[in-house]
């Protein structure tokens, strides 16, 4: 099994700037894409961005020009680099990895247990 821990979050001002990372270990033949999601309370979990194996990135336009998606395949890591923070960026965080375990198993999306990001003064 792939197991994915995010660490970074926390309390920022407006304007401020984070950065969430999230390792996955255990069991791993290989990751595909990875994506960091958010949801905020009363609202549906939101993609946030997508970076591939490859390093193609994709992000909300939400996000466009404030975030940055990251990773480091020695590592298995994914970061996201958040600037500008606003206060409608408080959420929990998520990250999500499609990996396969092993080599004769299919792929799965496997998810952190999330991280709380909150913008307040």
């Known amino acids: 099994q792939v197991q994915l821990v995010e660490s970074g979050g926390g309390l920022v001002q407006p304007g401020g700037s984070l950065r969430v990372s999230c390792a996955a270990s255990?069991?791993?033949?290989?990751?595909?894409?990875m994506a960091w999601y958010r949801q905020a309370p009363g609202k549906q979990r939101e993609l946030v961005a997508t970076?591939?194996?490859?390093?193609?990135?994709n992000y909300a336009d939400s996000v466009k020009g404030r975030f940055t998606i990251s990773r480091d395949n020695a590592k298995n890591t994914v970061y996201l680099q958040m600037n500008s923070l606003k206060p409608e960026d408080t959420a929990v965080y998520y990250c999500?990895?499609?990996?396969?375990?092993?080599?004769?198993?299919?792929?799965?999306?496997?998810w952190g247990q999330g991280t709380q990001v909150t913008v307040s003064s």
């Open positions: 999500n990895a499609y990996a396969k375990a092993t080599m004769m198993s299919p792929a799965y999306d496997y």
């Open positions: 255990g069991s791993i033949f290989s990751i595909n894409a």
């Open positions: 970076i591939t194996s490859s390093g193609s990135t």
